[in-house]
């Protein structure tokens, strides 16, 4: 936790100077429209060629590696400054290529295998087939509609929309499968309806959205058109309290999966928020946790979890019993450096974020490698 908090202070400078450095400069045009979704293929110079080093210094600045680090005085400060970075540095920010991942945080997988990553550093959704290959891309740096910042997590329902929480932004974007913008809700707050950084998404099969709004320690249950449905969560360590609440699932039966970040443990509600269960505790021997982060579950009910700071996937069943792990802490093919995000697909393979090498890796169930990419 250390590591990420200074992190996140090094941004928070680098932010300001970079505001107040282009503030003196001319004046700049708001930034553009967002564009449509893209199959095209980008010429662009790959971020390890490139010669403008302060591009590469402001993505890192534009891709917090630990949004939640801040305690809520300080986050308020944050997103003050880059509010009046995003009006200045969107007219001139690049990502990178179609296919290039910078900070992968969420993934999610669609009925037809197709996968979307929430692709934090460059602030735009990029989707993939099962194998890798490239398929489109929709955002770009701004808080217009269709546009990101910082986007965290991702979901998809049974009709092909894709669910994003603009987490940079506290709203939630909704999109059909080929990025056309649907609608959004959301804004910086406490009351019903408005988040405190919004890390998580999960929709069930009735079309329902689940939202960790981290920042406020609850989450927010909402219709498919950001209708506000209920809230259950308050910080602490007692049953049904949520303490940094970051992933969050839903099983075949409707029940939600919450990961807790400070308290280190999984919790298990039904749709309407009453406590049915939990599992976990903070360490690092089999069943704990230093940092639970993504939970996806498969349809046998199979929970998966990244424990991201001891750099492993842990596998439960429904009722939070271990059964198996993979602990891969190097960055050699099948070792993930910082695993974050996590989907399974309906034939069981398990689809992580790496962000430690900017990269999707997809596993068998048992954790063997079966392919990677970004």
Request: some cysteine.
């Amino acid at each position: 936790m250390r590591r990420h908090r200074l992190r996140e202070v090094s941004h928070l400078f680098t932010l300001l100077s970079l505001a107040l450095l282009l503030g003196a400069a001319s004046a700049c045009t708001a930034p553009s429209a967002p564009a449509s979704f893209d199959k095209s293929s980008d010429s662009a110079a790959s971020a390890t060629s490139t010669s403008a080093t302060g591009q590469q210094i402001s993505k890192t600045a534009l891709s917090p590696t630990a949004v939640p680090s801040l305690p809520s005085s300080q986050q308020g400060k944050r997103v003050q400054a880059t509010g009046l970075e995003v009006y200045h540095l969107a007219t001139w920010w690049k990502p990178a290529p179609d296919g290039r991942l910078d900070l992968p945080r969420a993934v999610a997988v669609d009925g037809a295998g197709n996968v979307y990553v929430a692709d934090n550093g460059n602030h735009r959704v990029q989707k993939f087939a099962y194998d890798g290959r490239f398929l489109g891309k929709w955002g770009s740096l701004g808080n217009a509609d269709g546009q990101f910042f910082a986007p965290q997590g991702i979901a998809v329902d049974g009709a092909g929309n894709v669910f994003v929480a603009d987490s940079g932004n506290n709203r939630i974007q909704r999109f059909s499968a080929d990025g056309r913008f649907l609608g959004k809700w959301g804004s910086r707050g406490g009351a019903d309806g408005e988040f405190d950084e919004p890390l998580g998404v999960a929709v069930d099969g009735q079309g329902n959205v689940f939202v960790t709004d981290s920042g406020n320690n609850r989450v927010q249950k909402f219709s498919a058109d950001g209708r506000f449905q209920g809230k259950w969560g308050s910080g602490g360590s007692a049953d049904g309290d949520l303490d940094m609440p970051l992933g969050i699932a839903v099983d075949g039966q409707g029940n939600v999966l919450v990961g807790e970040l400070r308290n280190g443990r999984v919790q298990k509600f039904s749709s309407d928020g009453r406590f049915l269960g939990k599992w976990g505790s903070r360490g690092k021997a089999d069943g704990q946790f230093s940092e639970p982060w993504g939970i996806a579950v498969d349809e046998a009910g199979n929970v998966f979890i990244t424990d991201n700071m001891t750099n492993r996937i842990q596998k439960f069943n429904s009722d939070g019993r271990f059964q198996d792990k993979w602990r891969l802490p190097n960055d050699a093919d099948g070792q993930t450096h910082t695993p974050l995000g996590i989907a399974v697909d309906g034939a069981g393979n398990v689809f992580v974020t790496d962000v430690g090498t900017s990269r999707i890796q997809r596993f068998s169930s048992d954790g063997r490698l079966q392919d990677k990419w970004g």
